[in-house]
């Protein structure tokens, strides 16, 4: 497992989070101008989980980013120029103005699913992007985020459970920045550590320092890997601390200052800086160079957003376009396995249940039931029993409704 | 050739698109080794195999989100609700998730959401209802709602080749009481086309689902009294054949509509809307609704008798419209 970075690696995650951290500068200033449509959330002292966890993916992975993580978008290919568009509500934005925030996707080719507001709700749709990943035969993860407080919601427990029952291959970072607007996590979760919260699905839950970019990485990098490696979701909880309110309009003074103090000498960026000065991996030159690298492409960006086109009054007919897809979209899977695989009669099966230790509870027998691969009878001469990767699962409600 | 009924054409069309297209992938509860729990998917498990019959969780939000996400990398799945009320479980996935993608950002969601809806079955409030309208009201879902076997089963064809979101609305007292000789070629009928189930002169009635087979044995009754009302099925609520409807009533100048579900906010709303709008001066008298009243439905079967419209309803409204 390649759990070391080059120093050139080394040198990009501090690009991103820099880039991260003053690409949102940029947003707060011209919200201050009256120029940002809808809600900023401020990913200030989270920039580490958004980088470093995006930056353990593969070409061809998916991501699905909440609204504090830009930083994730731009590890993952979005443009400044296009964060901007989208943020000003620009004619040109990757959702031609119809959404704002980093409410913005691409399915064709960097793989990235638009978050809704609603909390949770990514984590059975990515469940369904691993599973669906997997069922074309392509080796990839799906990534999505969630917050302290979104880790409360229904639809975070039945996507974490459906994605363990299903071994699906999905990495689940929660952000725990203590505060879920004004709430905070110890009002929301009677747990000291969210990433317990895997263990009712039987899930590893790993926890990590979410300001230490290096120590996210490697944490989502393994967690990447096992799941790539078909042995199901893995939670990982990065204990962070959100420096902002819950969006722009919050001063959120129901913070303790001491609390904000005490994260406020963990920055992982000020942190990162002293590590790369400390290894020795760049110089106050190189350091220079990024830094001024950085504020030439905002200035680029912000230019091009600025000069970019509002959208302009609309009939109502107009309005209403694109609300259905009627042939503008041409639905195509990328298969990496042979169909015929899935076509009977290759696809048969013996369709029943086997339930190895009849769900007594002191019994010591493995708590697998198995999903019978061999073809039934009819058919057996001309299918062959297949083994598939995901032969077992574990037990579910539907083991105990077995009939046969 | 035995004819097919209602639910085995469902389980054709579904059969027939999986051995069409392996893209198309079912989810659902118990739809897997038990085959649904009204057999809507018996035997699919043992030919397609257990990757693309999947037996899930009771686990709504897990069922329709993931259908989602499967649809985003290309596949075309059809998730069941083992009755269509347990739908409002996964709202959020449908109206919210679903509904908005492809508006919001471009991204079309090709699934299915199917299920039995409907009362008459003394089955109660929570597993008789008719929650299309939820839906019907939500841009970005297509709604479906079959009365015959050769709909149900082309119907459901088509909502499988659908770029879009389509809920589709099983009406479960039709499962087995209606049948036909089906075509033995493949064959589909498109979504947002009305069909004239029968001719008439004297009065347009508009309906779907279930309601369909009682607003026909109503016409049969009248034209015992020489009154030949003309009945359309919608058979998709959305996209809503305006069209047909429009052109019945400027033929017959009266209008009735008939449907299962409650009456405030129901279909028969919208269609009076827009009948008032686009062809007021071709009505001769009021239009008149036959709905459940305002309530949910309750489960003995005295109570669900009176709760659900039937032929004798429909054909008194009818005569009194007639001679209005």
């Known amino acids: 497992m390649q759990l070391t970075l080059t120093r050139e690696q080394q040198l990009e995650l501090y690009y991103f989070m820099r880039l991260n951290r003053a690409l949102e500068e940029r947003l707060d200033r011209l919200a201050r101008q009256g120029k940002i449509v809808g809600g900023l959330y401020s990913s200030l002292g989270q920039e580490a989980i958004s980088v470093g966890s995006a930056y353990a993916l593969e070409p061809g992975d998916w991501i699905a980013p909440m609204v504090r993580n830009i930083g994730s978008l731009l590890v993952r290919g979005y443009s400044a120029r296009e964060i901007f568009t989208q943020n000003m509500g620009r004619a040109n934005s990757p959702t031609n103005a119809r959404d704002n925030a980093s409410h913005l996707g691409d399915l064709s080719v960097r793989h990235v699913v638009s978050p809704i507001s609603m909390l949770g709700d990514l984590i059975p749709v990515m469940t369904g992007v691993a599973m669906g990943a997997r069922f074309l035969g392509q080796k990839r993860v799906a990534m999505t985020w969630i917050g302290d407080g979104g880790s409360s919601t229904g639809a975070f427990h039945e996507g974490l459970n459906f994605a363990a029952v299903q071994r699906a291959p999905l990495v689940l970072v929660l952000e725990n920045n203590q505060w879920a607007y004004s709430t905070p996590v110890a009002r929301q979760v009677p747990l000291r550590d969210l990433a317990d919260r895997a263990r009712a699905y039987g899930v590893p839950g790993a926890i990590v320092d979410g300001n230490d970019v290096l120590a996210v990485y490697r944490a989502a990098k393994q967690a990447v890997d096992q799941a790539r490696a078909g042995h199901g979701p893995v939670l990982i909880e990065a204990k962070t601390m959100r420096m902002r309110g819950h969006a722009q309009h919050d001063p959120a003074e129901y913070v303790p200052k001491k609390m904000m103090e005490y994260w406020k000498a963990r920055d992982p960026i000020a942190r990162y800086e002293r590590a790369l000065t400390v290894g020795k991996l760049w110089s106050a030159a190189d350091k220079k160079q990024i830094d001024a690298r950085i504020e030439r492409e905002l200035d680029e960006a912000v230019e091009f957003a600025e000069s970019s086109p509002l959208p302009g009054a609309k009939e109502a007919g107009e309005i209403e376009s694109g609300v259905y897809c009627e042939g503008c979209h041409e639905i195509a899977p990328e298969w990496q396995r042979a169909k015929e695989e899935l076509l009977p009669p290759k696809s048969a099966v013996a369709a029943r249940w086997v339930v190895n230790d009849f769900g007594a509870f002191e019994e010591h027998a493995p708590r697998d039931i198995v999903m019978q691969t061999a073809a039934p009878k009819a058919a057996a001469k001309r299918a062959p029993a297949r083994r598939t990767a995901h032969a077992k699962v574990t037990k579910s409600s539907k083991a105990r409704k077995a009939r046969g | ?324």
Not at chain 2, 17 to 39: K, N, T
Not at chain 2, 248 to 256: A, C, G, H, P, W
Request: glycine share 8%.
């Open chain 2, 1 to 324: 050739m035995a004819q097919t009924t209602y639910l085995e054409a469902i389980r054709q069309a579904l059969d027939e698109e999986m051995a069409r297209d392996p893209s198309v992938v079912l989810l659902g509860e118990d739809i897997g080794v038990y085959g649904g729990a009204f057999g809507a998917t018996q035997g699919l498990l043992a030919r397609y195999g257990w990757e693309r019959v999947v037996d899930t969780p009771i686990s709504e939000t897990a069922i329709v989100g993931a259908a989602i996400g499967m649809s985003y990398t290309g596949l075309r799945p059809v998730a069941e609700m083992q009755f269509m009320d347990f739908i409002a479980c996964c709202f959020e996935q449908l109206a919210n998730f679903a509904a908005k993608s492809h508006y919001r950002w471009g991204a079309p969601v090709p699934i299915v959401v199917r299920g039995p809806s409907g009362g008459g079955v003394h089955a109660g409030p929570f597993h008789s209802a008719n929650p299309e309208m939820y839906f019907v009201h939500t841009p970005g879902l297509k709604v479906v709602c079959p009365a015959t076997a050769y709909d149900a089963k082309g119907l459901l064809k088509s909502a499988i080749r659908d770029n879009n979101p389509v809920l589709f609305f099983e009406h479960k007292f039709l499962y087995r009481r209606v049948k036909e000789d089906l075509p033995a070629e493949d064959y589909s009928v498109p979504l947002g086309q009305a069909a004239v189930r029968r001719a008439g002169r004297d009065l347009t009635i508009v309906s779907y689902a279930a309601m369909v087979q009682a607003s026909l044995e109503a016409a049969a009754s009248l034209a015992d009294d020489g009154i030949e009302a003309e009945v359309l099925d919608l058979r998709t609520l959305v996209p809503l054949d305006r069209e047909t409807i429009l052109a019945s009533v400027r033929k017959t100048n009266k209008l009735l509509v008939v449907h299962e579900d409650t009456r405030t906010g129901g279909m028969a709303g919208e269609i009076a809307a827009l009948v008032c709008s686009e062809a007021f001066d071709d009505l001769d008298g009021p239009i008149v609704r036959v709905t459940a009243p305002d309530a949910p439905v309750p489960s003995a079967p005295a109570l669900e008798e009176g709760f659900l419209p039937n032929a004798a309803g429909i054909a008194d409204a009818a005569r009194r419209l007639a001679q209005a």
